[in-house]
T-cell receptor, first 109, second 113 residues
Framework: KNEVEQSPQNLTAQEGEFITINCSYS?????LHWLQQHPGGGIVSLFMLSSGKKKHGRLIATINIQEKHSSLHITASHPRDSAVYICAVRSDTGNQFYFGTGTSLTVIP | EPEVTQTPSHQVTQMGQEVILRCVPI?????FYWYRQILGQKVEFLVSFYNNEISEKSEIFDDQFSVERPDGSNFTLKIRSTKLEDSAMYFC???????????FGPGTRLTVT
C-alpha cells in the first residue's frame, strides 16, 4: 500500500517551462516535505509545509490539507533543476515518515 | 553552513557481519533519523531518535538494527548480522525540533556480499 502517491513519475521539460509535480497522500499528517535528490544520490530538503504555501526563489510549494494534496511548482525551469523530487509526509499519529517514489525531472536546454 | 556528515561513504561487508554506520548531526539539533534507499526504490523511514531514545520506528527496523548516541556528537546505526537485502544507501538526517525541516547527510552506501 502506498501512503504517498506522486505524479508524474517522469517529466521532461524544455528550459524555461513552468513545471508542476503533484503529491497525494492517504494518511493524516502533521507535515509534508518536498525533497530533491541529485543524480549522485544526495538529498536536500526544499520545503516543509503544514498549511498554505511557501516560496523559495523559483520554487513554490502548496498544500491543501482537506484534499490531502500538495504541489511543487518550478518557474522558469533550468537544466540544473534536473533531479528526482520526492514528497514525504510525517504522520500525525507519531514520528513515522512515508515517502513517495519520486518524480524524475529532466530539463533540456 | 552547518551540515550533517556520514562515514564511511561506502562500506562493503560480508553477509553475517556487523556494521556500524556513523553520522554527525548538526550540533544544536535534537531529533535524529535514519532512512534507507534500496537501489532503484523509494526512500524508507527506519527510525527517529530523541532525548536518547527511539521515538518511532518502522516495521523495517527489527531486532537486527539498533541506534545509539554514544557521545554528544555521533549518532550510529548498527546492523548486527547483515543480509544481502540490507544493501542500500543509508541516510542520516537531523532537525532542530520535531516539526522542523530535516537536514540530510550525504549517505553511506552499504554493499553486502
Amino acid at each position: 500500500k502506498n501512503e504517498v502517491e506522486q505524479s508524474p513519475q517522469n517529466l521532461t521539460a524544455q528550459e524555461g517551462e513552468f513545471i508542476t509535480i503533484n503529491c497525494s497522500y492517504s494518511v493524516g499528517i502533521s507535515a509534508l516535505h518536498w525533497l530533491q535528490q541529485h543524480p549522485g544520490g544526495g538529498i536536500v530538503s526544499l520545503f516543509m509545509l503544514s498549511s498554505g504555501k511557501k516560496k523559495h526563489g523559483r520554487l513554490i510549494a502548496t498544500i491543501n490539507i482537506q484534499e490531502k494534496h500538495s504541489s511543487l511548482h518550478i518557474t522558469a525551469s533550468h537544466p540544473r533543476d534536473s533531479a528526482v523530487y520526492i514528497c514525504a509526509v510525517r504522520s500525525d499519529t507519531g514520528n513515522q515518515f512515508y515517502f513517495g517514489t519520486g518524480t524524475s525531472l529532466t530539463v533540456i536546454p | 553552513e552547518p551540515e550533517v556528515t556520514q562515514t564511511p561513504s561506502h562500506q562493503v561487508t560480508q553477509m553475517g557481519q556487523e556494521v556500524i554506520l556513523r553520522c554527525v548531526p548538526i550540533s544544536n539539533h535534537l531529533y535524529f533519523y535514519w532512512y534507507r534507499q534500496i537501489l532503484g526504490q523509494k526512500v524508507e523511514f527506519l527510525v527517529s531518535f530523541y532525548n536518547n531514545e527511539i521515538s518511532e520506528k518502522s516495521e523495517i527496523f527489527d531486532d537486527q538494527f539498533s541506534v545509539e548516541r554514544p557521545d554528544g556528537s555521533n549518532f550510529t546505526l548498527k546492523i548486527r548480522s547483515t543480509k544481502l537485502e540490507d544493501s542500500a544507501m543509508y541516510f542520516c538526517a537531523s532537525s532542530e525540533d520535531r516539526p522542523y525541516e530535516q537536514y540530510f547527510g550525504p549517505g553511506t552506501r552499504l554493499t553486502v556480499t
